[in-house]
């Protein structure tokens, strides 16, 4: 019965509406123990799910889970400090909506079904909006507005991408449930030309919810509007679950025969994903939406990786790990800067070094993560996808590639640099930070090194099983 | 492309009947100013898309099957009833009457939706090879529905007015479903498309419950507006 992992969040969300604050805050914290546990029970085997017609146990899906469960429960941890701090109307919905939207993101990693992996990327849109809109102001307003109207244009042409990879079934004469492991098995039987169409449709919609540009104009917005954890949450869980729908349906097309058409179209989102993030994040003023941009490159880096295929599949898979690692640490501190200045910009904030020295090293260290600088992981990740893409001969794209990091690396130091070493005009700290919001954020970067040194045999086989479906492995 | 019938009033002319009220019904939207009328129309296109599965002749076992008789209802009932209802009460909440200013103005709209038709022929006309049926009106009308909901949405700053975009969009992706269902496993995938109508309730709650105008960049009332990159 894998399928617990839905449903005890589910039900813990549900009981969570009706019980105090406290005690909430505590059935959040154990809830997420109870989902990591139940997860590793998965992974070593000892539970299956009880629905083989729609839910399944793939690699890439355990893979997801696994990296979700164990961020939740520190942003879970997080939270417990967080919310005693801010002064949020309705704590108990957000305690509900948080268990809710693991719920549902749960259901994504396990889903076979095709219309049930839509069902649950649908379900995730409408359990984090509530988040998004926690603090009920006029911009968190028009944040959630623009999250559910652009996921959800996002989503009905992902189901037209569903009619369309169904339509390729008829046209083959093929009757099998419409599940991606019975699909992959006749792939090479499937009307070729309604799949791609299929695939681009699934890749537009499960890319927007991704954050693949030209589709990514809600996520910066919803990333700065959340409260923190949310935003860790989105951020660091939320986006790998929608990678998870364009995975599946690029290995369909890859089963198919179809590898490289897929993989040229995600090379090309990847890519723009990473332009489009370098230029914006030049401008940006507030700390929240420079790490949103920043996620949005990072998705463009895996989509990128997964295009290229052979090593860098493997980069991309775990820079999947690194990126969730790094960027919840990084919200979780910004969320500290967040209540120390009590606002979201750059301008109003400086010598953190000072102020929190606490949060500072998180931060910097979670900034120099994401950069790409070693211990992290990240500096692994990349340099393969940068190696697997050189063997692969595409000198033009992994060119751009390496600019659009220099790009970032370049716009996002500075805005750190001036947060954490500039003079503060306004010294006056608003809330102290202290271990309970600063040890989640060490947690998650020392599980990026400690990843990085020293890597479970089983997540390696795991890693190497999942990306021999697109034709990836670490031989090149 | 349509396959002429000796009947006068076969099944083939009744569905022809029905999509051709649909286009009519997306033009008439796009050179709508006025909220209320703009619901109206909504709703009288949720009903004429919801009838059309009823009359295809590559639905024809339809009729003998409880359950995708059962279905149909349960969309009738939505997209005719359930929603242009939610609609009408948001529009009488948020005391608007017309929509003011669009992005694009009515005229273009309108020579935009005579374009989108026209994708729509070339659309399906390229397709013709590997279609299973000849009914090539309502793949032309379903792309119209899809394309001029999709501008709509784009078009429009009232929120409300979004909200009516998205919903004409989903009518037409679920032309789009019934022009490619053949197999009745696939009607039920096509069915599913009601869980969108769900979302497009949530969207009219939010803007009744929270009072929400219009979205981006509007003066007037700026609500929405305020989240940009600088």
């Not at chain 1, 809710?100 to 990693?109: A, D, I, K, R």
């Not at chain 1, 606490?358 to 990240?378: C, D, E």
């Not at chain 1, 001036?418 to 306004?426: G, L, S």
């Amino acid at each position: 019965m894998l399928e617990f992992t839905m449903l005890i969040p589910f039900l813990t969300g549900i009981t969570a509406i009706f019980l105090p604050v406290r005690l909430g805050r505590g059935i959040l914290v154990l809830t997420a123990l109870l989902h990591l546990l139940l997860t590793v029970l998965g992974w070593l085997g000892k539970i299956s799910p009880a629905l083989p017609q729609y839910f399944t146990v793939s690699n890439e899906g355990m893979l997801i889970l696994l990296v979700t469960s164990f961020i939740f429960l520190f942003i879970s941890i997080y939270a417990v400090s967080y919310m005693s701090e801010t002064e949020i109307s309705s704590e108990p919905i957000y305690t509900a909506c948080t268990l809710f939207f693991l719920s549902t993101m749960t259901m994504v990693t396990l889903a076979d079904h095709l219309i049930v992996l839509w069902i649950a990327i649908e379900a995730t849109t409408l359990m984090s909006a509530p988040l998004i809109f926690l603090h009920r102001s006029k911009t968190a307003l028009e944040a959630t507005w623009k999250y559910v109207m652009i996921c959800s244009v996002g989503i009905a042409l992902a189901l037209l991408g569903c009619f369309f990879v169904v339509m390729s079934m008829n046209l083959g004469g093929i009757h099998v449930p419409i599940t991606f492991s019975s699909l992959g098995a006749v792939a090479d039987k499937l009307d070729p030309v309604w799949l791609k169409a299929g695939f681009i449709f699934l890749v537009i919609g499960y890319g927007t919810k991704m954050g693949l540009a030209p589709m990514h104009t809600w996520l910066p917005d919803a990333h700065s509007e959340a409260p923190s954890p949310a935003s860790a949450l989105l951020s660091g869980a939320l986006l790998n679950c929608a990678f998870f729908g364009v995975y599946r349906s690029h290995q369909l097309l890859y089963r198919a025969g179809l590898g490289d058409f897929s993989g040229n179209i995600l090379i090309g989102f990847g890519l723009l994903s990473m332009l489009i993030a370098a230029i914006f994040i030049f401008y940006q003023t507030g700390y929240k939406r420079m790490l949103a941009y920043s996620s949005i490159e990072n998705m463009g880096i895996i989509a990128f990786g997964v295009g290229i295929g052979g090593l860098a599949t493997y980069g991309a898979m775990l820079h999947l790990i690194h990126h969730s690692l790094i960027k919840s640490s990084l919200f979780l501190s910004a969320g500290n800067v967040l209540l120390g200045y009590g606002s979201k910009l750059v301008d109003k904030t400086g010598n953190m070094a000072k102020l929190f020295p606490k949060t500072f090293t998180a931060f910097f260290a979670g900034f120099a993560g994401i950069s790409g600088f070693p211990p992290f992981g990240i500096f692994i990740s990349e340099l393969l996808i940068i190696i697997g893409a050189i063997q692969q001969g595409r000198g033009i794209s992994v060119s751009i590639f390496i600019l659009a990091l220099i790009l970032i690396f370049a716009g996002a130091s500075r805005l750190v640099t001036k947060m954490c070493f500039a003079p503060c005009d306004n010294p006056e700290i608003l809330v102290k930070e202290n271990w309970a919001r600063t040890l989640p954020s060490f947690a998650l970067l020392a599980a990026s090194i400690t990843l990085c040194i020293w890597l479970p045999d089983s997540i390696y086989q795991t890693i190497l099983a999942a990306i021999a479906t697109i034709g990836g492995g670490v031989n090149g | 492309m349509i396959q002429p019938s000796n009947a006068l009033f076969s099944i083939n002319h009744i569905s022809d009947v029905l999509l051709s009220l649909t286009v009519l019904s997306v033009l008439l939207s796009l050179g709508s100013n006025r909220l209320m009328s703009l619901v109206k129309i909504m709703a009288f296109q949720g009903i004429v898309v919801s009838l059309t599965p009823l009359f295809l002749e590559h639905h024809e076992g339809l009729l003998e099957n409880t359950n995708s008789i059962f279905l149909l209802l349960i969309m009738l009932i939505i997209k005719g009833l359930v929603i242009p209802i939610l609609m009408y009460a948001a529009v009488k909440k948020i005391k608007i009457q017309r929509e003011v200013e669009p992005i694009i103005g009515y005229h273009a709209s309108l020579f935009a939706g005579l374009f989108f038709i026209l994708i729509g022929a070339f659309i399906a006309d390229r397709l013709h090879i590997s279609l299973p049926m000849q009914n090539e009106l309502l793949l032309i009308s379903a792309i119209t529905t899809l394309a001029a909901g999709l501008f709509l949405l784009m078009s429009r700053r009232k929120a409300i007015t979004q909200v009516i975009g998205y919903l004409m969009m989903e009518n037409g992706i679920y032309l789009i479903g019934t022009a490619l269902a053949k197999e009745t496993h696939t009607m039920y995938v096509v069915e599913f498309g009601v869980l969108l109508d769900l979302l497009v309730g949530i969207m009219i709650m939010g803007i009744v419950l929270h009072n929400i105008n219009s979205s981006y960049n509007d003066v007037d009332t700026a609500l929405l507006g305020q989240l940009k990159d600088n």
